[in-house]
């Protein structure tokens, strides 16, 4: 094991320094094309004020939603409220947006009813008064009827934009109605009113936050704000979307733009494990986490924070709490710039990786050969997650299958190319793993009996990853949580 050890350090090393180049160029060229990512280091102004985020499961039932209101008001405290869809909404929605692609316009008809109903059903719970439910019932006439009238319109990505919309609009219109009859004064704020993205789909914070506390400024006395995740408008001024999880990355860009004193992303979960809980059987919540660890664990599988939520509050360095909406006296997890302690704190799984294997003599003491790589993925704007390389060949991972072809057919030119799907990467994250004593042999010996495509060791210190084939997941996870964890 010690030889195995030392021949992996030693095999890794120019991996290291390719993936840690590759991420500098990544990251550099990021700057120079959307440069307002990282305007916000230098605002200063603060607004005494937090964020709460309450996800879809949060606000699914009426029962919760009047639980969201009992939590929103325990202190007095200014704060801007980020509602998701209810739970099962933006399904239902994604459905009728796909019956209509598929001019099935019968069974966008059902899917509409059977949600209006759903939403009727709610309502008469949500409300007591009969004023109170002839409103929200009101709001949710008008939302059914643009989803009726769309079914005599030609189909459009701009109207499947607006269909996914209604989400979010109605969840927080339905909640102010709620807030009202209960005579807790506040203020609906339109999510499309301040929040934007430009041409590449990139949010243009500096428009955010001066749109935003323009809004802010004309209700000095309001201390309670409702306004919709997930939404916006694109560069033509068109209703759009931050795409899945997007909810938190408006929490995320809000907290950023007024630099809130916290921003606190409710879910049904006490805050991150160490593990995946639909797995393994027994996993332990993280009290302390840092943003590049919280980062890292978002993006390779953590399923509580969308991955997007880290960088905006990271760069103004706004807390992030996550929070149990069900067991609300839990302590959660907090993420800031200090990381709490050294070592491993989590395991997390991303799904429907495909590895790429790029094999070629050419490689052998060439240079330029891996940027002519890097540039094929770059022509179809493709990221790479991992990265091994050897003599004569170099192997990386993606996400997504949507240009495949095209770039299998461009890196056969440079080589023999070789395609795994349903692969797993399996990531293994800490404060400083990389400087943990005997972290490899521990890792290694604890998953002795599962076959490892491709490791990744290095490119961060907070960060090993291992890519497995997708049915080795669920056992490399226990394994994992037993040989690291002790579990």
Not at 142 to 148: D, P, R, S, T, V
Not at 276 to 283: A, E, F, L, Q
Not at 320 to 338: F, H, W, Y
Not at 407 to 426: A, R, S
Request: aromatic share 8%.
């Amino acid at each position: 094991m010690y030889l195995f050890i030392n021949s992996v350090y030693l095999s890794f090393e120019f991996c290291n320094f390719v993936r840690s180049t590759y991420f500098f160029i990544k990251t550099s060229l990021s700057l120079y094309l959307h440069p307002q990512k990282f305007l916000f280091t230098h605002f200063e102004h603060r607004i005494i004020m937090k964020i709460m985020k309450f996800g879809g499961t949060s606000v699914g039932k009426p029962e919760r939603m009047h639980q969201v209101a009992q939590l929103i008001t325990k202190t007095d405290e200014p704060k801007i409220v980020v509602l998701s869809a209810l739970s099962g909404t933006t399904n239902a929605l994604v459905g009728i947006s796909d019956y209509l692609a598929a001019r099935n316009k019968v069974e966008a008809k059902t899917s509409i009813d059977k949600l209006e109903a759903h939403y009727r059903d709610f309502v008469l719970l949500l409300a007591s008064t009969e004023e109170a439910r002839a409103k929200a019932n009101a709001i949710v006439t008008e939302h059914f009827e643009f989803l009726n009238i769309i079914l005599l319109i030609s189909f459009s990505d701009a109207l499947n934009k607006d269909i996914l919309a209604q989400g979010e609009l109605l969840s927080t219109k339905l909640f102010s109605v709620f807030l009202e009859e209960q005579g807790i004064a506040h203020e609906l704020l339109p999510a499309l009113d301040f929040m934007t993205i430009d041409e590449y789909e990139e949010p243009q914070l500096p428009n955010i936050r001066e749109k935003l506390t323009a809004i802010l400024s004309e209700h000095k006395s309001t201390k309670l704000f409702v306004t919709q995740g997930y939404i916006c408008r694109n560069a033509k001024g068109e209703v759009d979307n931050l795409k899945r999880g997007g909810s938190d990355y408006t929490a995320s860009l809000v907290a950023a733009a007024i630099k809130a004193t916290v921003c606190e992303i409710w879910t049904d979960i006490d805050g991150m494990h160490n593990n995946d809980p639909r797995i393994v059987d027994k996993t332990l919540p993280i009290k302390q986490i840092s943003f590049d660890e919280a980062a890292e664990l978002a993006y390779f599988g953590a399923k509580i924070l969308h991955p997007t939520c880290i960088w905006p509050a990271q760069l103004t360095n706004v807390p992030v709490k996550l929070l149990n909406t069900m067991q609300p006296e839990a302590e959660g997890t907090v993420i800031t710039q200090e990381a709490g302690s050294v070592g491993v704190k989590a395991v997390a799984a991303k799904d429907g990786i495909i590895a790429i294997k790029i094999k070629s003599s050419r490689m052998l003491l060439a240079y330029g050969f891996l940027r002519k790589i890097f540039e094929v993925f770059e022509k179809y704007r493709t990221s790479i997650d991992m990265i091994t390389t050897s003599e004569v060949a170099v192997s990386v991972t993606i996400d997504s299958n949507l240009h495949l072809e095209e770039i299998v057919k461009e890196l056969e030119l440079y080589g023999t190319v070789e395609v795994d799907t349903n692969q797993t990467i399996v990531s293994i994250v800490g404060n400083e793993i990389s400087k943990t004593e005997h972290i490899l042999q521990r890792l290694f010996e604890s998953i002795a009996e599962i076959p490892v495509r491709m490791v990744s060791y290095g490119g961060s210190p907070h960060n090993v990853s291992l890519l497995v084939n997708s049915e080795f997941k669920i056992k490399t996870l226990q394994l994992l949580n037993k040989g690291l964890f002790g579990l």
